[in-house]
């Protein structure tokens, strides 16, 4: 009965000294956060003001009203300025944003397959199954969600010109291809 009464006052001895050596270390570190927080200065860059709208003055029956559908006025207003550091856009992605998008477009490459190719008329067509339903493509086709044309047809693949925003933002045109996909029985 002693040894235990020893081991209980020993150990309460013991959490006790413990519990008093880390209050001088939680001091140092508290000071040390707030003279950090005191040395923070916050950087906040400055937001462009919204570009007024100005309507145009349409007059009926005057020639020289403007085509309210012009592509490149649209282009202007729709697509984001570039500003310094900003990508510019290439011909081909204004291509790509001026025409009417094709129905293989809505899909990733990743669900399409190549299941074979032919010639029609003389002209290579690659057939690619998208949910269990087969599309001819043509030399000049847009494919994927990454506005990518066809540039080249073979045998056993077809190479596309994509284009992709790189991690720092610019505008890259990048290869892909789509390779035949033989079943094994």
């Not at 550091?85 to 669900?111: H, M």
């Not at 690619?128 to 030399?139: A, E, G, T």
Request: aromatic share 6%.
């Amino acid at each position: 009965m002693k040894v235990r009464l020893l081991f209980f006052a020993a150990s309460a001895l013991t959490l006790i000294t413990l519990a008093g050596c880390g209050s001088g270390e939680d001091a140092d570190l508290r000071d040390w956060m707030n003279e950090q927080r005191s040395k923070a200065v916050p950087r906040v860059t400055p937001i462009q003001p919204p570009v007024p709208y100005v309507p145009l003055a349409y007059t009926e029956g005057r020639s020289n009203n403007p085509d309210p559908f012009d592509v490149d006025r649209l282009l202007k207003s729709l697509l984001p300025k570039p500003g310094p550091g900003d990508a510019v856009l290439t011909q081909f992605e204004i291509e790509c944003n001026q025409r009417r998008k094709e129905p293989l477009e809505s899909y990733p490459l990743d669900a399409m397959t190549m299941v074979g190719s032919l010639y029609r008329a003389g002209i290579r067509v690659a057939l690619v199954r998208i949910d269990k339903l087969l599309y001819q493509v043509h030399m000049g086709n847009y494919l994927g969600q990454n506005c990518g044309k066809v540039t080249k047809l073979v045998e056993n693949e077809v190479t596309l010109r994509e284009i992709v925003r790189d991690g720092t933002g610019e505008v890259i045109e990048r290869p892909a291809t789509l390779q035949l996909q033989e079943k094994t029985k």
